[in-house]
């Protein structure tokens, strides 16, 4: 691993530790080092480090049968010369307007794999939508994916089309959940002062249908929306940081679609890997999910807290996260 020490530091404009380190993934990719300009141009004052994180791992044939035996020592060395070359020419471009120190750091495994450990002891993961896979008519890679889904600390997903703008506007999908408290959390210690929280809950009116009949709650709205704000106003309340705004904004509509045109006004998306869905799984929620592959923004996936911390709001039965 190589250190590029830059000796400015700037003034810090969010409150963070001496020990915070951001973790970009880089292969080589267009949207790769488009994920580590966009890191680059936020992590001042936010992070001590940004390490830029490859990795490299034998081929699979046709067959399904690992290369290894087929691979002479040379050919490991040319594999991990060009991960390292590709973490190098990121690192080169980065150089000038970084003001944290930039590591870098070089694994033999699976791109998943290597990134969520080496970003395991890290407080936040970047990654580019798309990497160097085979699908490229897909909008999200499986790196990506198994990220966003199996990490232990927040992944920022962004994508290639996303403008590198300073994130003045944030949204926050809220339902209640503790993972969303956790993301509106994460949102408020990331926010610059000047910056706008958007903290947004989507109200499935759809009605739900039952034996052939369909019903609708509207005193269950009543509530949500008593629920929202009062779940609101207790979380940013010991959070709250001068020069902050946290708007609340409860709206009745698809929680997919709703959000993507929210997030598409913003700057950067920021949303709790799982909500109030049906199944309590290790994957990532359904919305989460659709979201991570339609969204135009960049978007920041919180994983759960360790322990809800709050009552979560009350589910309306049938209802997808």
Not at 93 to 99: A, S
Not at 136 to 152: D, F, I, K, N, V
Not at 238 to 257: A, C, M
Not at 265 to 276: E, N, P
């Amino acid at each position: 691993m190589n250190d590029r020490d830059v000796p400015h530091t700037p003034q810090q404009p969010v409150g963070r530790s001496d020990g915070d380190r951001w973790v970009v993934g880089v292969d080589g990719s267009e949207c790769s080092r488009h994920a580590a300009l966009w890191a680059a141009a936020h992590v001042s004052g936010r992070a001590s480090e940004l390490q830029l994180a490859a990795s490299w791992n034998v081929p699979v044939s046709s067959g399904m049968i690992p290369m290894s035996t087929l691979t002479s020592s040379a050919s490991f060395d040319a594999l991990e010369d060009s991960a390292q070359a590709a973490v190098d020419d990121v690192a080169r471009k980065l150089r000038t307007p970084v003001e944290v120190p930039i590591t870098r750091s070089v694994g033999h495994g699976g791109a998943a794999a290597c990134l969520l450990d080496t970003a395991d002891r890290g407080a936040l993961l970047v990654v580019g939508s798309r990497g160097l896979g085979g699908f490229a008519r897909l909008l999200l890679g499986s790196t990506s994916t198994q990220c966003a889904t199996h990490s232990s600390v927040p992944v920022a997903v962004i994508p290639s089309t996303s403008p590198i703008t300073p994130a003045v506007s944030i949204v926050v999908a809220f339902d209640g959940s503790a993972n969303s408290i956790a993301a509106l959390t994460w949102a408020n210690k990331f926010a610059a002062p000047g910056s706008t929280i958007d903290c947004v809950l989507v109200w499935d009116t759809s009605p739900i249908t039952a034996g052939g009949g369909q019903f609708f709650f509207p005193d269950a709205t009543d509530l949500a929306e008593e629920r929202f704000e009062h779940l609101v106003m207790r979380t940013i309340r010991p959070i709250q940081r001068d020069g902050i705004e946290i708007r609340r904004t409860f709206v009745n509509g698809r929680p997919r679609s709703t959000l993507a045109e929210f997030a598409q006004a913003s700057d950067i998306l920021v949303m709790g890997a799982r909500g109030h869905g049906a199944v309590a799984s290790v994957v990532l929620g359904s919305v989460s999910t659709w979201l991570l592959h339609h969204a135009t923004r960049p978007m920041v996936v919180v994983p759960p807290p360790i322990e809800d911390c709050v009552d979560p709001m009350p589910e309306p039965a049938g209802r997808d996260d």
